[in-house]
């Protein structure tokens, strides 16, 4: 009997190299394509922050590297990523906070930073 594959292989892999790919709009309506929104919701209205973290969630943790690119806004992910990150698995998490430095933690040198302190890398 064979298995089915993990549905966190390859996780890494679906992540952008950078910020700079991901070019998704910032505001209007996301109208999602089958393979994405089979379930549930499948337009998104990105000017409602709630709606809008379900969409970034469905495209983070059921889309590929494309779908991150072209529904994305690099903008709008490292302004909802405090919040969006607790609403995805911890693979996800540390697979996007790994390859995105803004959304990882960073080692803090700044004034008042105690030795060693470790801030997210979303507080600039």
């Known amino acids: ?3 089915l594959p993990s549905r ?5 892999q679906r992540v952008p190299e950078s910020l700079a790919d991901l070019r998704g709009p910032a505001t209007g309506t996301v109208a999602l394509p089958v ?8 337009e998104y209205d990105l000017v409602n922050p709630l709606l809008r973290m379900s969409l ?8 590929g590297r494309s779908d991150a690119e072209s529904y994305l806004n690099a903008e ?3 302004a ?10 911890p693979s996800y998490r ?11 933690w960073r080692h803090d040198t700044g004034p008042g930073a105690g030795a060693g302190a470790l801030t997210p890398g979303w507080e600039r």
Do not use: C, F, N
């Open 8 to 12: 966190w292989d390859g996780v890494e």
């Open 35 to 42: 393979h994405l929104g089979w379930s549930g919701l499948t």
């Open 80 to 89: 909802d990523w405090p919040t969006l990150r607790r609403g995805i698995g």
């Open 94 to 104: 540390r697979a996007w906070e790994t390859k995105i430095a803004a959304l990882g």
């Open 76 to 78: 709008l992910l490292v």
């Open 56 to 63: 970034y969630r469905t495209i983070i943790t059921g889309g």
């Open 1 to 3: 009997m064979s298995t």
